[in-house]
């Protein structure tokens, strides 16, 4: 068979050496493809990253990185059908395929909406609002995001082989750091096909993506400190990766997702007949059944309340006696196979330890009745379920068996579950089936520490639950402990994970200049023309508009009070008001403020500003008495345009004053503004 390539400098190459490693389909046992030695390509992929792929994604905005990847979903979302296919040759069934293919799918597009929504059309992101250093305001810092001139080096299991990479490749991408794939062997064959739909696609700036398959052998010495590295497979490598010299010495980012014995927790509430039982029940059986067992977020640990062990058990052996094991390729089979022999090995290994705790109630580790394949040529295991006769024993909280296995453990308390489920000693996610929000709340509060995402179902939700092992790219993807310690996805969070931030200091104009955003301080340019006259393309930051002086009459007060219905005593009652500790007598409504500084700001004909559509950190400081005049000072503090529309968005500061100079509001005002040239 061929042996793998590397997709390495913008061109694919064969490994240096003749022969290599035979992998095997994981249900026929023929030869898919051989993975060689990949030494010889770690140095120029790494170098290729760096200056050219890095220089190139820095260039673009995150809304233009993000559109990439919308394109780049869109496209591979055409070709799923051949990723599929390759899929069974993993020993996955169709539903298993569709797990790993469109998850990883659906993780570019939730990068690309979220990146457009939540950041802005620009090359840097602002940590924070501005931290004042001094009293006179001439001296201020602020904290900034940017890209980092490294290369993202991922290290992938082999249970996911599509989205593994593509989860971590989305983040880094909108981060614009290019990525360096280096894919488990066994099943790296269809992370293989993945690039090459990549690469013949073009969508991607060139050394944005890379592919390396073979050994990881003397990656690591060649990292800098401006590299990183993302994780997933066993606790003991990510222990042994994670204190090798250079990653340490250099202080290299490592970010880490290793084993875990995930649990879930089945409440006393939840009795047989009633619809959380059926919940949990049903999402055991998925948990042990989905990728044959071998997915990092499986149930490895179901604990249950010592009256119902019995029924649980049953349960489920029943459930677990009508799936059907075999060809992946056969529409009525719903557990395929393992990776490889190997893995099935050792599964079996680790089974054999779990079942020295109790006893197997359903399936045999050396045995399994098999649909339309041999089984002693594909790598077939029977689900397993092994129920502990002591809930203290040390094999169900220390051994993961990465297969269609789980421990069924029994609890007599919701402390002893919290304690039971920390003996993980950290885990990816938890679960608590529970109709009662009271043990909820309590088991939660307890696993949280030790969890990184927890899953409270019940009967009000399970129609739209995603289930207890699905991860979801808004959420993190980690786990503290024997889990990793690490995150991934989390949303922004991911795409920050990937950048470097410093905190910047100097006088405001400085800082208006470094982040390309107007600070208070910095200078104003008040213009002849109005800013709201202005196209997107015309404004700049700093630009300005004062308005007024405009008197408030008690008239005023008491016409928005009778108008609105808000006839709060401080508007409406000079006594009661006059006691009130901040206020000297009757005050004019904030909102009546605020509407009557748009009153003076805005420019009424049509024009580019299109539309009004929201304030921020509003915050009224000074009481306004009928008296006071009002004058509102407005300047352009952000110009973000918006990538593929015909306008963009303005953020204005407003400050509204009175005659003493006092300020009493100070909010945004966020604006859509046409562009001349959409």
Not at 166 to 185: D, Q, R, Y
Request: net charge negative; charged share 20%; with cysteine.
């Amino acid at each position: 068979m061929a042996a793998l390539r590397s997709y390495v400098a913008g061109a694919w190459h064969a490994p240096p050496e003749p022969g290599g490693t035979p992998l095997l389909d994981a249900v026929t046992g023929e030869e898919v493809a051989v993975v060689g030695d990949a030494h010889a390509f770690w140095e120029p992929a790494l170098d290729y990253g760096r200056r050219t792929g890095g220089p190139a994604l820095r260039e673009l905005t995150f809304h233009q990185r993000a559109a990439l990847l919308k394109s780049l979903a869109s496209y591979l979302r055409e070709h799923r059908e051949e990723l599929y296919g390759l899929s069974l040759r993993t020993g996955a069934t169709l539903a298993d395929a569709r797990f790993d293919v469109d998850g990883g799918i659906g993780v570019l597009f939730s990068y690309s909406s979220k990146s457009r929504r939540e950041l802005p059309n620009d090359t840097i992101h602002l940590d924070g609002g501005v931290e004042p250093l001094g009293k006179g305001g001439t001296f201020a810092a602020q904290h900034v995001y940017v890209s980092a001139p490294g290369v993202a080096v991922q290290i992938n299991a082999f249970n996911f082989p599509v989205w593994g990479p593509l989860e971590k490749f989305a983040p880094a991408f909108v981060a614009g750091m290019p990525t360096l794939i280096k894919p488990a062997s066994q099943t790296a064959y269809l992370t293989a096909r993945l690039v090459e739909l990549i690469a013949e696609s073009g969508i991607l700036p060139e050394g944005a993506l890379q592919l390396v398959c073979g050994g990881p052998g003397g990656l690591l010495d060649l990292l800098t400190e401006q590299d990183m590295v993302g994780f997933t497979g066993s606790a003991a490598t990510a222990a042994r990766l994670r204190a090798h010299p250079a990653v340490a010495e250099r202080s290299i980012r490592f970010n880490a997702e290793a084993d875990s014995l995930n649990c879930s927790i089945l409440g006393p509430d939840a009795t047989p007949g009633t619809a959380e039982f059926d919940l949990f029940v049903g999402q055991l059986v998925t948990e042990v059944t989905v990728k044959a067992g071998q997915k990092c977020t499986a149930i490895r640990r179901a604990l249950v309340p010592a009256p119902v062990l019995g029924d649980v058990a049953q349960a489920v052996a029943d459930a677990l006696a009508g799936v059907r094991v075999g060809d992946p390729a056969d529409p009525s089979v719903r557990m395929g196979a393992l990776a490889s022999l190997a893995q099935r090995e050792e599964v079996r290994r680790a089974a054999g330890l779990l079942a020295r705790a109790g006893k197997v109630v359903y399936g045999d580790a050396e045995r399994v009745e098999v649909v339309g394949a041999d089984p002693e040529r594909g790598a077939f295991m029977s689900p397993l379920l092994v129920v502990a006769d002591d809930s203290g024993r040390a094999e169900p909280h220390e051994v993961e068996a990465f297969g269609p296995v789980s421990t069924l453990i029994p609890y007599s308390t919701a402390e002893q579950a919290v304690e039971l489920a920390a003996r993980g000693r950290g885990s990816l996610v938890g679960s608590v089936v529970t109709a009662d929000e009271n043990f909820a709340r309590l088991t939660v509060l307890g696993l949280a520490p030790w969890h990184g995402r927890l899953l409270v179902l019940d009967s009000s939700s399970a129609g739209e639950s995603t289930g207890h092992g699905s991860p979801l790219p808004m959420l993190v993807h980690g786990g503290p402990g024997r889990a990793g310690g690490g995150e991934e996805l989390g949303g922004i969070r991911g795409v920050l994970h990937h950048m470097r931030r410093t905190a910047v200091q100097g006088g405001p104009a400085v800082l208006a200049g470094v982040t390309g955003r107007w600070v208070p301080g910095a200078p104003r340019e008040v213009t002849v023309v109005h800013p709201f006259r202005k196209h997107l393309e015309e404004l700049r930051p700093g630009d300005t508009v004062v308005a007024g002086p405009r008197r408030v009459e008690l008239a005023d007060i008491e016409h928005f009070a009778e108008f609105t219905g808000d006839t709060f005593y401080a508007h409406t009652d000079e006594e009661a008001a006059r006691a009130n500790p901040f206020f000297d007598g009757r005050v004019a409504h904030g909102y009546l403020v605020v509407s009557l500084a748009a009153g003076l700001f805005v420019d009424p004909d049509p024009g580019p500003v299109l539309a009004n559509y929201g304030l921020e950190n509003l915050r009224f400081l000074t009481p306004v008495y009928p008296g006071d005049d009002l004058t509102v000072t407005l300047t352009a503090k952000h110009v973000d345009p918006r990538e593929g529309l015909a306008y963009g968005e303005v953020r204005w500061d407003a400050d509204v004053t009175k005659q003493d100079g006092s300020s009493v509001a100070k909010y945004d005002v966020l604006t859509l503004v046409a562009k001349r040239d959409p």
